[in-house]
């Protein structure tokens, strides 16, 4: 199983970002997933969710980034995206992918955003 993310980096506030996290080793398809980031010193807090089109496919967002980021994904690609726009500061974390399911629960390396002027 591997979740390999990309697409970090340094920003300046109000500018945009996307992540993406590509999937292997399990049925990415019928997988939710998540994007969690952590900041220095802070708890790991989780961001976005989508879940699987087969249990609905709905998303669902931290309150402090609903507006400005949207997660979506493509199982064609078996790769799930983090859009992110309007960057503040705050959202300077590292950001990692998770996939998760009934009985298993994945996680990525994670990727650097820095939102700094």
């Known amino acids: 199983v591997q979740l390999v993310e990309s697409g970090g980096g340094l920003v300046q506030p109000g500018g945009s970002l996307r992540l993406s996290c590509a999937a292997s080793g399990f049925t990415f398809g019928s997988s939710h997933m998540s994007w969690f980031r952590q900041a220095p010193g802070k708890e790991r807090e989780l961001v976005a969710t989508i879940i699987s089109a087969g249990a609905g496919g709905t998303t669902t967002y931290k309150d402090s980034v609903k507006g400005r980021f949207t997660i979506f994904r493509d199982n064609a690609k078996n790769t799930v995206y983090l859009q992110m726009n309007n960057l503040k500061p705050e959202d300077t974390a590292v950001y990692s992918c998770?996939?998760?399911?009934?009985?298993?629960?994945?996680w990525g390396q994670g990727t650097q955003v820095t939102v700094s002027s």
């Open positions: 998770n996939a998760w399911g009934a009985d298993y629960d994945y």
